[in-house]
Nanobody, 124 residues
């Protein structure tokens, strides 16, 4: 399974971006898709996840109400709509796929497949 992320870029504070991630390959059976982000010099942190079947979503507190994760199972694609961006959202954003137990869906170590990352830069 390969994940390909796109949609990053430079945006002013208060602006919006939409990230996309498409999975390819056979036997794509992961139960969750997620977005993580990593700022320079910091650890990779959870942003949002969505169950591929059932569509339950989870968000980091820092993005609740501003970001929305969605999925198109027919296309094996996951999206992250990011609104009201602020400079603290600047990071590399990575999509991931995996089958963690529900309580571990926030942990990057529970995801076995990763995209290459896309840079999001928010200027003040």
């Amino acid at each position: 399974v390969q994940l390909q992320a796109s949609g990053g870029g430079l945006v002013q504070a208060g602006g919006s971006l939409r990230l996309s991630c498409t999975a390819s390959g056979t036997s794509f059976s992961s139960r969750y898709m997620a977005w993580f982000r990593q700022a320079p010099g910091k650890e990779r942190t959870f942003v949002a996840s969505i169950a591929r079947f059932g569509l339950a979503t989870s968000y980091a507190d820092s993005v609740k109400g501003r970001f929305a994760i969605s999925i198109n199972n027919a296309k094996n694609a996951v999206y992250l709509q990011m609104n009201t961006l602020n400079p603290e959202d600047t990071a590399f954003y990575y999509c991931a796929a995996g089958s963690p137990v529900y309580s571990a869906r926030y942990s990057s170590s529970m995801y076995g497949y990763w995209g290459q990352g896309t840079q999001v830069t928010v200027s003040s």
